[in-house]
């Protein structure tokens, strides 16, 4: 081999090896707020890269959905079978502030519904609240044996069927166009609606289990800052507490030296 040539070999390769940067030492940690319907206000905590250039941080954080139980959010075990969507609608310092995003059953909850011997009806219903959300609302209900019935089966007939499924829809529409998204949040959590379904169906076919067992968002108004802060309440950031220096402890001072003098 030629003098000289392929002086590469001893450098090794180009460029060399880049050094590992841990990719978590350039994210920020977030509290996640929830609305006030609900009695825990913090749901947790979220992740983010801190802002770089013109990648700022909060618009990373906006439009994110947190999925959560509602058995955290209200401190009550027997709510666990509902989950609950919270959309990040804006950043107030480290606190990420969320609006309600939607409603579902957990998959073990609406298989343990579903039986055989009786019918199930189910119902969906496009509605618009007061302010403007379009909501998709879906309703699920099972016949009941009445008490001292023989017959094993509670089948309802295909026109009661019908009956139901219209009493539904309209016990739905009326409930929610009657009130903004946060009156009919706080309606969800005691299943105020399945409960009147229930008692105006009674006269068609007696029903049970009767829940709206989703609620999606279709169409959501303009963000309004002030309408976030009225979900919120009483929502404050927390700056801290002022602490005041005991009065023994003066500060040192610092000696002055004169130059030149």
């Not at 989950?83 to 579902?104: C, H, P």
Request: hydrophobic content about 35%.
């Amino acid at each position: 081999m030629a003098v000289g040539k392929n002086k590469r070999i001893s450098k090794g390769k180009k460029g060399g090896k880049k050094k590992a940067v841990d990719p978590f030492s350039k994210k920020d940690w977030y509290d996640v707020k929830a609305p006030s319907t609900f009695n825990t206000r913090t749901v947790g905590k979220t992740l983010v890269t801190r802002t770089q250039g013109t990648k700022i941080a909060s618009e990373g954080l906006k439009h994110r959905v947190f999925e959560v139980s509602l058995a955290d959010l209200q401190n009550d075990e027997d709510q666990a079978y509902r989950k609950i969507k919270l959309r990040a609608e804006d950043v107030q310092g480290r606190n990420v502030l969320t609006n309600f995003w939607g409603m579902d059953f957990t998959t073990d909850k609406l298989r343990s519904l579903v039986r055989k011997w009786q019918t199930l009806i189910e119902a969906h219903v496009d509605v618009k609240t007061t302010d403007n959300y379009g909501l998709r609302m879906f309703c699920i209900g099972f016949t009941k044996r009445r008490p001292n019935q023989v017959k094993r089966t509670c089948y309802a007939q295909t026109s009661q069927i019908r009956q139901i499924r219209r009493k539904m829809r309209e016990i739905m529409v009326r409930e929610a166009a009657s009130c903004d998204l946060k009156e009919l949040v706080a309606k969800f959590i005691p299943e105020v609606i399945g409960k009147e379904i229930e008692k105006a169906t009674s006269s068609i076919y007696p029903l049970q289990n009767v829940f709206i067992r989703k609620v999606k968002i279709l169409k959501a108004p303009k963000f309004d800052l002030g309408k976030l802060m009225e979900v919120h309440g009483d929502y404050s950031e927390d700056v801290g507490v002022k602490v005041d220096r005991p009065v023994d402890e003066v500060p040192a001072e610092v000696e002055t030296e004169l130059v030149g003098a």
